[in-house]
Nanobody, 120 residues
Framework: QVQLVDAGGGLVQPGGSLRLSCAAS????????MGWYRQALGKQRELVAG???????NYADSVKGRFTISRDNAKSTVALQMSSLKPEDTAIYYC??????????????WGQGTQVTVSS
């Protein structure tokens, strides 16, 4: 059974840092794009950062220069290093991955979400 497990959230003061991690477990799949989304209370889920299997990266404008996404293809993991955090970064952060199964079908998988709260 394939699943994504994300972790690393918590409470941090403005200007602080946190590192989120996500691992894809299971077997028999190939991973295409991996990324992080977030959903703040009362708002729609939005893309924070994404990285392709070839290493191409894109960031939301609101996090450019503060967040860094990375992945380890051998370990099927993706991480998000967040620095200079602001109260408006407060949200539930979700790991996302596009996984290709042996059948050739590509599925969209999500982690369970991890809460990030930026507050003094």
């Amino acid at each position: 059974q394939v699943q994504l497990v994300d972790a690393g959230g918590g409470l941090v003061q403005p200007g602080g840092s946190l590192r989120l991690s996500c691992a894809a477990s299971g077997s028999g799949f190939s991973i295409y794009t991996m990324g992080w989304y977030r959903q703040a209370l009362g708002k729609q889920r939005e893309l924070v950062a994404g990285i392709t299997s070839g290493g191409r990266i894109n960031y939301a404008d609101s996090v450019k220069g503060r967040f860094t996404i990375s992945r380890d293809n051998a370990k099927s993991t993706v991480a998000l290093q967040m620095s200079s955090l602001k109260p408006e970064d407060t949200a539930i952060y979700y790991c996302n991955a596009h996984l290709r199964m042996p059948t050739g079908v590509v599925y969209d998988y999500w982690g369970q979400g991890t809460q990030v709260t930026v507050s003094s």
